[in-house]
């Protein structure tokens, strides 16, 4: 995988060198999941909850290029569809898979208020997870409940484990296969670096698998 994203963000937050060789085993550990059939949870909290829906946004769709569907799949649906098969085609892209466990408001609820509001995301990975997946959880302070819970339910389920966190990296240290863990303390400092962190890995894997040669 090329790595040319990567220099740059360091050139950009120099800070961040530290980073770079945790940076570059997620990016080569998730397209390894993508390569073998897998998808990619995700699950945050607070604002890092906005993150996860901020990476699915990205990875699910074109981002720094178009993504065109390959001849195969276009010749497929002007096949099955002689009338809109080209539009369509035309208006579809590649997409790696993603999901943002806090996307369903009603699960969510029902699980708070019925079970126990710390396991929702845990939940959600016991259901959706297959091992070769990865989950990506995401904690300023790495201490949050209901990731922790999330990436514990990893464990057992045979995903691998993610985190993006701060300088300790808390409790998730010990639960993530991989912990990228920002050089800062307070909240909004460690949340500004975790967004070009994570534009970082979704450039990388949108590069490998959509403009090799």
């Known amino acids: 995988m090329s790595h040319y994203a990567l220099i740059q963000l360091i050139r950009k937050y120099p800070e961040l060198a530290e980073c770079e060789a945790d940076i570059a085993a997620a990016a080569d550990t998730i397209a390894a999941s993508y390569r073998a059939g897998g998808k990619l949870l995700l699950c945050g909290n607070g604002g890092s909850a906005s993150d996860c829906d901020h990476i699915v946004g990205e990875l699910m769709k074109g981002f720094m290029s178009k993504r065109p569907l390959p001849e195969k799949v276009r010749s497929a649906f002007s096949a099955q569809f002689p009338e809109n098969g080209d539009y369509l085609s035309d208006h579809l892209q590649g997409a790696l898979p993603a999901i943002s466990l806090n996307g369903s408001s009603a699960l969510a609820s029902a699980y708070a208020n019925d079970v126990a509001a710390d396991m929702v995301y845990a939940q959600q990975v016991y259901g959706y997870g297959q091992p070769g997946d990865v989950l990506l959880g995401i904690s300023t302070s790495g201490n949050s409940a209901n990731v922790i819970r999330a990436l514990q339910t990893a464990k057992v389920r045979k995903l691998?484990?993610?985190?993006?966190?701060?300088?300790?990296?808390?409790?998730?240290?010990?639960?993530?296969?991989?912990?990228?863990?920002?050089?800062?303390?307070?909240?909004?400092?460690?949340?500004?670096?975790?967004?070009?962190?994570?534009?970082?890995?979704?450039?990388?894997?949108?590069?490998?698998?959509?403009?090799?040669?």
């Open 160 to 213: 691998t484990t993610v985190g993006l966190t701060g300088r300790s990296g808390g409790k998730m240290s010990d639960l993530c296969d991989i912990a990228i863990k920002v050089p800062w303390d307070i909240t909004p400092d460690v949340q500004e670096r975790h967004l070009p962190i994570y534009h970082t890995l979704c450039i990388m894997l949108e590069d490998y698998f959509f403009l090799q040669d």
